[in-house]
């Protein structure tokens, strides 16, 4: 139970949460060009604490800022996570109200 706490303390939503987003962008086809499992728990990561760039390369072990950037916002007319995340709207939203 610790674990998962810890889990939805970093990245803002409990591991099976996590594996439900990535299931739901790999059926749906809107993973982005090069995108891992990893590189979404880096994007739900800066969601949930938004610091700043330094910050977010120490959290995620050193990696290069071009490639997170690239793998947040999407680079040239590729996609990143974040708008991944933002068009599956329309199949996770209702137009019940």
Excluded at 80 to 86: D, L, N, P, R
């Amino acid at each position: 139970m610790t674990e998962d706490m810890d889990f939805q303390e970093c990245f803002g939503c409990g591991a099976l949460n996590a594996l439900q987003l990535w299931n739901l962008l790999f059926t749906t086809g809107t993973v982005p060009v090069g995108g891992t499992l990893m590189r979404l728990l880096w994007t739900l990561m800066f969601l949930n604490v938004c610091p700043k760039i330094s910050v977010l390369l120490r959290l995620c072990g050193g990696a290069d800022p071009k490639t997170i950037r690239k793998h947040l916002w999407g680079e040239d007319a590729d996609i990143g996570f974040i708008e991944a995340i933002a068009n599956l709207e329309q199949f996770v939203a209702s137009d019940v109200v």
